[in-house]
Nanobody, 126 residues
Framework: QLQLVESGGGLVQPGGSLRLSCVASGYTLDYYTISWFRQAPGKEREGISCLSNSGPATEYRASVDGRFAISTDNAQTTAFLQINSLRPEDTAVYYC???????????????????WGKGTLVTVSS
């Protein structure tokens, strides 16, 4: 079955940037919707963005600050999350997740995701 492994997290100074990776094995992501979630200490896991071949990237939150960008590679084996202008409040474990459905116009909810990576920790601190 599909397996997802995140990487790219670490300690970053405020204002810096990171690109997180989510490598899929078992299947390509062509027929999956991929989402990035994050969970800050003591807080609920929240969705950031999602992407499928059915349409462009979609944000979970109504207000988009433009600092997050989701993408996949051409081979459809890796999903990315580019994070710019990192802030201390961005500190969280970042997860990629997938579901074998194509969504258009909205992102799947936390409960609808079927496959999860183990997460990668992003710490924003000076």
């Amino acid at each position: 079955q599909l397996q997802l492994v995140e990487s790219g997290g670490g300690l970053v100074q405020p204002g810096g940037s990171l690109r997180l990776s989510c490598v899929a094995s078992g299947y390509t992501l062509d027929y999956y919707t991929i989402s990035w979630f994050r969970q800050a200490p003591g807080k609920e896991r929240e969705g950031i963005s999602c992407l499928s071949n059915s349409g462009p990237a979609t944000e979970y939150r109504a207000s988009v600050d433009g600092r997050f960008a989701i993408s996949t590679d051409n081979a459809q084996t890796t999903a990315f999350l580019q994070i710019n202008s990192l802030r201390p409040e961005d500190t969280a474990v970042y997860y990629c997740a997938a579901v074998n459905r194509l969504y258009e116009g909205h992102c799947p909810t936390y409960g609808e995701m079927k496959y999860w990576g183990k997460g990668t920790l992003v710490t924003v601190s000076s």
